[in-house]
């Protein structure tokens, strides 16, 4: 099994708590933001030549399950404490 980044690359230091199961359906939930990867490409030869990538500033948590989410937060960390003080 692949061991998939929950925190989509915003826990390379491990300081982030954990993110708790889906209060609604009990199924895994992520963190996700607005940031995004676009490929470069050469007008001329159609080559791929770079990527561009910008980093989110609106973070929130998701389940992978029932699609329930949280509202965007500022910071990955005020994410997760919303996603985990929900009520069922």
């Avoid at 990867?37 to 080559?47: F, N, Q, R």
Wanted: some cysteine; hydrophobic content about 25%; aromatic content about 10%.
């Amino acid at each position: 099994m692949m061991n998939e980044d929950k925190y989509n690359g915003w826990n390379d230091d491990g300081g982030l708590q954990p993110i708790e199961k889906c209060p609604f359906c009990g199924g895994s939930a992520k963190l996700c933001d607005n940031g995004f990867e676009a490929p470069i490409i050469d007008p001329e030869s159609g080559a791929y030549v770079d990527m561009e990538i910008s980093e989110g500033d609106i973070f929130w948590c998701e389940c992978e399950s029932c699609g329930a989410m949280t509202q965007g937060e500022d910071t990955p960390e005020d994410s997760i404490s919303k996603w985990n003080t929900r009520v069922d």
